[in-house]
């Protein structure tokens, strides 16, 4: 199985553009989570969702939405990116809202 | 509030030797603690996990202890490798996932 991916790898952005980060998952999980990476600040919740069809906000959720049509999928959107939002992006899941969690490999985004 | 903190933000330990990572965390009704690894360019990777009904739990080459009363969570990894180099984070569960900012595991050659 792959786990859990994402994509695009990395991405350059201007600022005001929109874009949609994927994660994808194969281990049917309940709960997606998504993250983001910054220097000195750890690893910081935007978004979460416990099981398909449902959403919630987490500690940073302003100028991101998330959406959970099914179980595998769960993108990241930025409607309109601002340089703030320059980060390492970390989708992660677990069976349930707090099991362990797995994290995909990451999406490096630069919004110039 | 809850907090999850780290008390070095660096170690540098001699190949061979152990390395003991710390965690200190707040909240007492947390009931499950986590240690990721994460490699340079990587996504975090669980290493080990305790619940709080457990003092000590040993994996290959790495022993979780933790000690309730000071609210305390160590790693240890034993014969320290290359391929530990990495940053360390301890994760804490009460409702949900809070994580730590993370231990730099420096090796010296």
């Known amino acids: 199985t792959a786990g859990i991916t994402q994509a695009p790898t990395s991405q350059i952005l201007a600022a005001g553009r929109s874009m949609t980060l994927r994660c994808t998952q194969d281990m049917r999980h309940n709960a997606m989570y998504w993250y983001r990476q910054d220097l000195g600040l750890g690893l910081r919740l935007i978004h979460y969702s416990n099981t398909a069809g449902t959403t919630g906000k987490g500690e940073v959720p302003d100028g991101y939405s998330v959406s959970r049509a099914n179980t595998d999928d769960f993108p990241l959107t930025l409607a309109s990116a601002v340089p703030s939002q320059t980060s390492v992006y970390f989708c992660?899941?677990?069976?349930?809202?707090?099991?362990?969690?797995?994290f995909g490999p990451g999406t490096r985004l630069t919004v110039t | 509030g809850e907090s999850v903190g780290l008390h070095l933000p660096t170690l540098s330990v001699q190949e061979g030797d152990n390395s003991i990572i710390n965690c200190a965390y707040s909240?007492?009704?947390?009931?499950?603690f986590i240690w990721y690894k994460q490699e340079s360019g990587k996504g975090p990777q669980f290493i080990i996990d305790i619940r709080s009904n457990m003092d000590k739990r040993q994996g290959q080459r790495v022993t979780v202890l933790l000690n309730k009363t000071v609210k305390h969570l160590s790693l240890q990894i034993a014969a320290t490798q290359p391929g530990d180099s990495a940053v360390y984070f301890c994760?804490?569960?009460?409702?949900?996932?809070?994580f730590g900012k993370g231990t730099r595991l420096h090796i010296l050659p």
């Open positions: 994760a804490e569960k009460d409702d949900k996932i809070i």
């Open positions: 909240n007492s009704a947390s009931d499950y």
């Open positions: 992660a899941s677990s069976r349930d809202r707090g099991d362990e969690q797995y």
